[in-house]
C-alpha cells in the first residue's frame, strides 16, 4: 500500500463570508482531533500528517485564488508513484486545484468520482450565489473564471468524471456537464436502480486508468450528517454507500483522495465528524484475507470462525467484506434476539452514551434504578444484581448459592455442593469448566474449586439420589444449548423444582441463552411451570450491542450480599442499563414472547417437511432448534460451511447439531427463505453414500 500524505486545507473562502474558524475551515483540525491519522496507523499504513495550507487574509476571491494555486504546487508535489495525497478541507472549492495538482504531477488528467449533493458546475456568468463554492467541477473541465481554470496541470476529461449522489442543482450548470459529456447519477436513478449497480457502472468510467474520488459529506443523508454547511434532504445512507466504497482507496491506481465540507459549529454530537472518520477507515480497509490474516498472526488461537468476514449487519441480515448477503440464523446465540442495529437500541446506545456511560457502582446513576425496576417486575423477583457477560451472572449464582448454604441452611463453611448437569455449559471460567462434562474444556486447566459434581440431564431420580446435607443448589440450563439443543423430558424441570423444595435446596436456572423470549416465553422454566429460586439471564439482555447480564432472586437468597461481597467496576453501568432498560420495552410492546412462539412452530413445521436422509433428529423450541445431522453423510461443520455458501449464517456444536436461532424480529419471509435455502443445501449432500462403520 503507498504512503499516505494527509494535507489539511483549511478553508471557507468557497462560500457566505464566515467569521474565521467559524464554519469548514475549522473542519479539517477537528477531524485529525477525531483520530484521523490514527486511521492510518490502526491499517497498518505507513502516514504523514502535514502543515495545514492556510488562506492569506485579504480579498475573497482574490485569497482563494493564491491558495489554489499553492495547493496545487503542494500537491503535485505529494501526489506520484507509492503516494496517495489524502486532501482534508474546507470546503469543495479546492477541488479546483487537487485534481489538477495530481495531473501535474502525473502529466496526465485522472478520472475522478465526484460524490457530492451538488454539481459544482457553475461558472460566475451562471451561478445565482457567485459563491466559488458552486464552481470547482466547472473549473476542472476548463470552463469559468481564468484564474481557477488556468491552475498547472491538464483539464479534466469529461468523459471519465461522474457525479454520484447529485440532488441540487441549476440548470445551467446540469446543462453544461450534459453537453460536456459528464455523467450524472442523481439520487432519482440511484434509488430506481440501486446504489451497488450505479456506483459499479460510475467506476468502470473513472477507472479506466488513474483516478481519484472527491466526497463531500453533504451527500449523505442530513440525518445522518448534519455537520455540512449545506444539507440537502434526501441523501444516501452512510452504511449503505460505506459499504461499497470498501478498500476502494487501496486500489492500484487510485490517485488521490478528496475529503471536504466538514463544518463542526454544526455537529454538536459529533455525528459527522466520526463519520467522516468511518468514511476514510471504510475506503483504507485491507483485504479480507490481510484482516483473517493479522487475526491469525495476532489474536490467540481460541476460535476457529467460518471462513466468513463479516463487515455489516441489520435486521436479520449480515454482510461480508465482498457485500455478500447472508441470513443470520444463530444471532450470536441470542445475544442479537432484536436482530442487527436495531434503530430503537441504537437510539438509546447513541443517547447514553452522549450523557453518561461508565462510574463504577461507587456511585448512584439514574438509570440503574430504572433498570432493575423494570427487570424485577416483568420477571416477577425481588431483586436484580448486574453483571456483563452470562459467565459472570453464573459466577454471581454459584456465590450466592454457596454463601446461603453456609450461613443460610448452615453447611460447614468451605463443604458447601452444588451439583450441575452432564453436557452443560455454562461458560469458561475457572469455577465454572469445573462444572463441565466436556473434556476439551477442563483439560489442562485445574485444578478445579471443590464441592462441584455432576448428574445426567433429564434424570431427577439421578438428581435426588446426589443430594447430601451439604448440597446447596442444582444448578440446571432449562434446554441446552450448546449441549445440542437438548430438550429435557416432560415433566424434567417440575420434578427438580419438588426434589429441591424438598431437601432444602436452590433450583437456578441457567437461562443466558434461553430466557427473554427465545423459548417462546419469557423464562423457558415457564413452559413447566416452574419458578427457579434464581435465574441467570444475559445475552438478549444487551440488546446486541452490550456484554449485560444480570443474577434474579428473591430477597431470601439476595439478602446474602452485603456491600463488598461481590461486584464489577462495569457491572450495571449506565449505558449497559439504558440499552438493557429499551430490550425490555422493546420485547413487550412488539410482543416478541408470542412472536418467537409462533414462529417457532413454524420453522418446526418447516424442518420436519424437508424429511432428508442426513436429518436424524430435529428439536427445540419456540426460535432456539437443533437439526441433528447423520455423521454417515457430513459432520455439521461442513453442512454450516455449505450453508454459508447459501447465504444463511449458523454455527455447529458437537459436530453434529446445527444450531438455528435467528432473531426474534425475522420476518416469516426471511424464514421462509432461509427454510428453502436449508433444503438446497441439505439435497446437495443427499448423494453422497453413507459412511457407515
Not at 601 to 622: F, Q
Amino acid at each position: 500500500m503507498k504512503t499516505l500524505h494527509f494535507l489539511p486545507v483549511p478553508c471557507a473562502l468557497g462560500g457566505p463570508p464566515v467569521a474565521h474558524g467559524q464554519g469548514s475551515d475549522a473542519g479539517p483540525e477537528h477531524l485529525q482531533h477525531l483520530g484521523f491519522g490514527a486511521v492510518s496507523r490502526s491499517l497498518g499504513l505507513r502516514a504523514e500528517w502535514h502543515h495545514a495550507l492556510t488562506p492569506l487574509q485579504g480579498d475573497r476571491w482574490a485569497s482563494l485564488c493564491e491558495l489554489l494555486l499553492r495547493l496545487d504546487q503542494r500537491v503535485a508535489e505529494l501526489a506520484g508513484p507509492g503516494r496517495l495525497p489524502v486532501i482534508v478541507g474546507g470546503d469543495h472549492s479546492i477541488a479546483a486545484a487537487t485534481w489538477r495538482g495530481i495531473g501535474h504531477a502525473l502529466h496526465r488528467a485522472p478520472g475522478l468520482l465526484w460524490i457530492d449533493a451538488h454539481l459544482d458546475a457553475n461558472t460566475p456568468a451562471t451561478t445565482p450565489s457567485d459563491n466559488p463554492h458552486g464552481m470547482p467541477l466547472a473549473a476542472l473541465l476548463g470552463h469559468g473564471d481564468p484564474s481557477i481554470t488556468g491552475l498547472p496541470g491538464p483539464a479534466l476529461d469529461p468523459q471519465r468524471v461522474v457525479v454520484f449522489g447529485a440532488r441540487s442543482w441549476e440548470r445551467d450548470e446540469h446543462s453544461l456537464l450534459g453537453r460536456l459529456g459528464v455523467r450524472v447519477y442523481a439520487m432519482a436513478e440511484i434509488e430506481q436502480r440501486g446504489l451497488h449497480t450505479c456506483l459499479h457502472e460510475a467506476l468502470q468510467r473513472v477507472a479506466g486508468g488513474d483516478f481519484g474520488i472527491t466526497i463531500d459529506m453533504d451527500v449523505f443523508e442530513p440525518g445522518e450528517a448534519p455537520g455540512v454547511d449545506c444539507p440537502q434532504p434526501g441523501g444516501i445512507q452512510s452504511r449503505v454507500l460505506l459499504a461499497e466504497l470498501r478498500g476502494m482507496a487501496r486500489h492500484p491506481h487510485c490517485v488521490g483522495l478528496e475529503i471536504t465540507e466538514y463544518n463542526p459549529h454544526r455537529d454538536s454530537a459529533c455525528r459527522t465528524g466520526r463519520l467522516a472518520r468511518d468514511l476514510l477507515e471504510t475506503l483504507l480497509l485491507p483485504e479480507s484475507a490481510d484482516l483473517r490474516q493479522w487475526e491469525a498472526e495476532h489474536g490467540a488461537h481460541n476460535y476457529a470462525p467460518l471462513p466468513v468476514m463479516l463487515a455489516r449487519g441489520e435486521g436479520s441480515w449480515l454482510w461480508d467484506a465482498e457485500g455478500r448477503a447472508y441470513i443470520d440464523m444463530m444471532s450470536a446465540y441470542s445475544a442479537v434476539s432484536f436482530g442487527h442495529s436495531n434503530p430503537r437500541l441504537v437510539a438509546a446506545l447513541e443517547s447514553q452514551a452522549r450523557r453518561l456511560a461508565v462510574t463504577s457502582r461507587a456511585y448512584h446513576t439514574d438509570r440503574l434504578p430504572l433498570l432493575l425496576k423494570r427487570l424485577s417486575e416483568i420477571t416477577g423477583y425481588d431483586q436484580v444484581l448486574p453483571m456483563n457477560s452470562g459467565a459472570e451472572a453464573v459466577e454471581t449464582a454459584l456465590k450466592a448459592a454457596r454463601k446461603w448454604g453456609h450461613q443460610i441452611k448452615g453447611i460447614a463453611e468451605d463443604q458447601v455442593e452444588i451439583i450441575g448437569c452432564a453436557g452443560n455449559f455454562h461458560g469458561r471460567t475457572i469455577a465454572i469448566i469445573g462444572l463441565s462434562t466436556e473434556p476439551q474444556y477442563r483439560k489442562g486447566f485445574g485444578p478445579f474449586p471443590p464441592g462441584l459434581k455432576c448428574v445426567p440431564y433429564g434424570d431427577a431420580a439421578a438428581l435426588e439420589a446426589a443430594i447430601t446435607p451439604n448440597t446447596a443448589a442444582f444448578l440446571v440450563e432449562p434446554i441446552q444449548g450448546e449441549g445440542g439443543i437438548l430438550v429435557p423430558p416432560a415433566g424434567y424441570l417440575k420434578a427438580c423444582a419438588e426434589i429441591c423444595k424438598k431437601h432444602d435446596v436452590l433450583l437456578i436456572a441457567d437461562e443466558v441463552q434461553t430466557g427473554l423470549g427465545r423459548t417462546g416465553a419469557l423464562l423457558a422454566c415457564e413452559h413447566e411451570g416452574v419458578r427457579p429460586d434464581g435465574v441467570c439471564l444475559g445475552k438478549a439482555l444487551g440488546g446486541g450491542l452490550l456484554p449485560v447480564s444480570a443474577f434474579i432472586a428473591d430477597r431470601r437468597l439476595m439478602r446474602v450480599f452485603t456491600p463488598g461481597d461481590h461486584g464489577s467496576t462495569f457491572g450495571g453501568n449506565a449505558l449497559a442499563a439504558a440499552v438493557a432498560l429499551e430490550a425490555l420495552d422493546l420485547l413487550v410492546d412488539e410482543n416478541l414472547v408470542e412472536r418467537a412462539k409462533r414462529l417457532g412452530e413454524h420453522l418446526m413445521r418447516g424442518l420436519n417437511d424437508l424429511k432428508s436422509p442426513l436429518i436424524r433428529d430435529i428439536r427445540g423450541r419456540g426460535l432456539l432448534t437443533g437439526i441433528e445431522i447423520d455423521p454417515a453423510y457430513a459432520s455439521a461443520r461442513e453442512i454450516c460451511e455449505a450453508l454459508a455458501a447459501h447465504g444463511v449464517l449458523t454455527k455447529d456444536t458437537h459436530g453434529t447439531v446445527i444450531r438455528l436461532a435467528p432473531a426474534l424480529t425475522i420476518g416469516e419471509d426471511v424464514l421462509e427463505l432461509a427454510l428453502e435455502r436449508i433444503a438446497e443445501t441439505l439435497q446437495e449432500f443427499e448423494h453422497r453414500v453413507p459412511r457407515r462403520a
